[in-house]
């Protein structure tokens, strides 16, 4: 992959994220690729090969808005992780089938395996207190309502 296609596809993003005020989901992107290579390798070879393919030709290219590109990435590395499925919460706590990046929704990955806490996916730029309530439980494992920041 050439350092030209990279760049468009990092200007792309870095100019999307500036423009919507959106939190930059690489990070724990980069968390869920070290732990697939650890416990899934070939499931890691499958998504750098997407992440090279698919990923940063579109978002380079301007094909596909590149937080949308990127949240369906890591849809992709949860499903990978761990199977299951992908739910959007709204701003209310209410639950709805995934159906494409939101801005506004957050967006989790429900493992099969019950033992297994959600995935986070995609973060609104500010979550409402039940999308808080939720991310608390279901994703960090807390049980008690912790006050917001």
């Known amino acids: 992959m050439s350092e030209k296609l990279i760049t468009a596809a990092e200007q792309a993003l870095e ?19 070290r732990e ?7 499931s890691y070879e499958t998504a750098v090969a997407y992440y090279n393919e698919i990923l940063i030709p579109e978002v380079a290219s301007g ?13 992709i590395l949860a499903e990978a992780l761990a199977p299951g499925r992908t739910v ?30 959600a995935l986070l996916v995609g973060l609104p730029v500010t979550l409402s207190s039940a999308q808080h309530a939720t991310y608390d439980v279901l994703v960090t494992g807390k049980q008690r309502a912790q006050e917001q920041p």
Request: proline residues 9%; aromatic residues 8%.
């Open 88 to 117: 959007s919460i709204d701003e209310t706590g209410q639950s709805h089938s995934y159906e494409g990046p939101d801005p506004s929704k957050l967006i989790l990955h429900l493992p099969q395996d019950s033992g297994t806490r």
């Open 63 to 75: 094909a596909r808005n590149p937080l949308d590109a990127w949240v369906e990435y890591g849809r």
């Open 36 to 42: 697939l290579k650890q416990v899934k390798p070939e």
């Open 15 to 33: 100019a999307a994220l500036t423009t919507s005020g959106a939190r930059d989901p690489r990070d724990f992107y980069r968390e869920r690729l």
